[in-house]
């Protein structure tokens, strides 16, 4: 096939794509609750259907936030080839994050304005979802005997850690190194860049104690928020620091975030708030921090931690009356697929295609759902490609691009002509 039909046929699916990106953009999936998400997938199901793909929906049952008010609803299309070939798998979730404040146009409503469509979702990532399946459209459309097998799942819970969602499929064998070969992610990282993977994240609980008294005699107590301004200190003085001082071979976008980082992400001590009237004068027995760490795939997770305890075990060395606790919340490894996987060869090549010019190949500094097709599924041949701008993801008046959704359609096709005959 001579690249130049397949995308001269994009191109003329180009309203086509705007209006798919729109329909999917006014359904609010927002998440959380997850609403929604059951009339989202079957538009996307519905959609794959008449062309010939089959369907799967599978509700995540027993996950977190699943009911039958909001049921985790994922879909899973699938259109086999009369001849044998690869498995390109194109995965997004449906879900988006909250709206915010700040908007200056309806958020559900997909309002083009200058060229791009305005809207909660449409870079994040409901443009790439389209964009996915305009490509796959034109390619069957322009050979319909194409080998292989396309598929594309439509899935639930990304923005609150994909259980609902992608890693269920994995659990469920549905996405995984034995069904799938190829994987591609459409986030929003742009139309010119192969991102690789995402970095690692930890976030744990800090907490000081202290001892409650009097507020006017606070030599009677001892200050759980004082013991934490100790913490603050110490973080500052050495832990930032150290964490500046370490490069890694990820090349994490933007450029403050191509190190270890560490996010204070909330910060309590003392009485609650809240509450009507003036507070009590009581000495604060308790503080409480909530720490976001992201951390490079050159560092062990028991590094990461044992940095931390490290800190705060020469605080109880040095301090009097320093206690603490250190829980952990969650954790997420890094992942970094090789620049020479056949899936990243083929999009970088498509990318030289379509544009003219050498991709750039990026990291992510957030987690996503390659994390669960890389440790569940075991299958490392997976990156993210999509249009749309990275920055703009969560933010108010948010926004895609209509030609950039048309020119990742058109390297998206190029690259899955590619894979599934073979030449990936
Ligand atoms: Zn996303």
Redesign the pocket.
């Known amino acids: 096939m001579n690249p130049d039909q397949l995308k001269a046929r994009i191109e003329s699916k180009r309203d086509d794509l705007i209006d798919l990106t729109q329909r999917l953009v006014r359904i609010p999936t927002i998440n959380p609750p997850g609403d929604f998400y059951t009339p989202c997938a079957e538009l996307l199901g519905d959609r794959l259907r008449a062309r010939g793909f089959e369907l799967k929906y599978i509700r995540a049952t027993n996950t977190p936030g699943d009911s039958d008010r909001y049921p985790r609803t994922n879909v899973v299309a699938r259109r086999t080839g009369k001849k044998a070939g690869p498995v390109v798998h194109f995965n997004g979730?449906i879900d988006v994050v909250e709206v915010g404040s700040g908007w200056s146009v309806d958020p559900f409503a997909a309002e083009i304005k200058d060229g791009r469509i305005y809207g909660r979702g449409t870079a994040?990532?409901k443009g790439g979802i389209a964009a996915a399946i305009i490509a796959m459209e034109a390619l069957l459309e322009l050979e319909p005997d194409l080998p292989g097998t396309l598929e594309l799942s439509g899935t639930a819970d990304?923005?609150s850690g994909g259980y609902g969602g992608v890693a269920y499929l994995c659990e469920q064998g549905l996405l995984t190194r034995d069904t799938v070969d190829h994987v591609i992610i459409p986030?929003p990282l742009n139309k010119d860049r192969v991102c690789l993977g995402h970095r690692g994240v930890w976030w744990a609980e800090i907490e000081t104690f202290g001892r409650i008294a009097h507020g006017s005699m606070p030599c009677l107590g001892d200050s759980a928020i004082r013991h934490m301004g100790a913490v603050l200190g110490a973080m500052e003085t050495t832990l930032y620091p150290q964490l500046a001082r370490k490069t890694t071979a990820m090349p994490v976008v933007p450029d403050g975030a191509k190190q270890s980082t560490l996010n204070i992400n909330s910060l309590h001590g003392g009485q609650g708030e809240g509450h009507d009237g003036l507070p009590a004068p009581v000495v604060a027995d308790s503080c409480r921090m909530i720490i976001d760490r992201r951390f490079l795939i050159e560092e062990p997770l028991d590094t990461v931690k044992g940095e931390v305890r490290e800190m705060l075990e020469s605080l109880t060395g040095s301090r009097t009356g320093f206690r603490y606790a250190l829980r952990d919340l969650f954790e997420v490894h890094p992942t970094m697929t090789n620049k020479d996987a056949p899936v990243a060869r083929s999009v970088a090549e498509a990318i030289r295609t379509v544009l003219g010019r050498d991709p750039d190949y990026v990291v992510s500094p957030g987690t996503?759902d390659q994390k669960h097709i890389d440790r569940i599924g075991r299958l490392h041949n997976c990156i993210a490609y999509g249009p749309g701008i990275l920055d703009l993801?969560h933010t108010p008046d948010e926004y895609v691009g209509i030609d950039d959704l048309v020119t990742s359609a058109q390297v998206m096709a190029l690259a899955t002509y590619q894979l599934v005959h073979g030449h990936g």
């Open positions: 979730h994040d990532m990304e923005e986030e996503y993801a």
